[in-house]
């Protein structure tokens, strides 16, 4: 298996009828599988869809990698609920 890309999470906008319906696109990583095939695979869909072979372990360690190096730049985004993030009064 060889990373080919990463695609951060994002929301896709979808026009309806009296407004509009934001849905969330998870962060994913583009693979060159082993059977030939380039399927993109997150942390919850991680089986080629071709063959059958689970990513898992190396889908879950290169998230995590792209999560540490995302936190070292944005670390607003990664604050929840820690009291000394809080904004001061």
């Given at each position: 298996?060889?990373?080919?890309?990463?695609i951060?999470?994002?929301?896709?906008?979808?026009?309806?009828?009296?407004?509009?319906?934001?849905?969330?696109?998870?962060?994913?990583?583009?693979?060159?599988?082993?059977?030939?095939e380039?399927?993109?695979?997150?942390?919850?869909?991680?089986?080629?869809?071709?063959?059958?072979t689970?990513?898992?372990?190396?889908?879950?360690?290169?998230?995590?990698?792209?999560?540490?190096?995302?936190?070292?730049?944005?670390?607003?985004?990664?604050?929840?609920?820690?009291?000394?993030?809080?904004?001061?009064?």
């Amino acid at each position: 298996m060889v990373i080919v890309g990463y695609i951060e999470g994002y929301y896709e906008v979808q026009d309806v009828e009296f407004g509009k319906v934001y849905r969330w696109c998870p962060e994913s990583i583009l693979i060159e599988c082993d059977c030939g095939e380039n399927p993109t695979l997150t942390g919850s869909q991680s089986t080629c869809v071709w063959c059958g072979t689970d990513h898992a372990p190396t889908i879950r360690e290169e998230l995590a990698a792209w999560r540490q190096e995302d936190e070292a730049i944005h670390p607003w985004r990664y604050a929840g609920d820690r009291e000394e993030a809080a904004v001061p009064c």
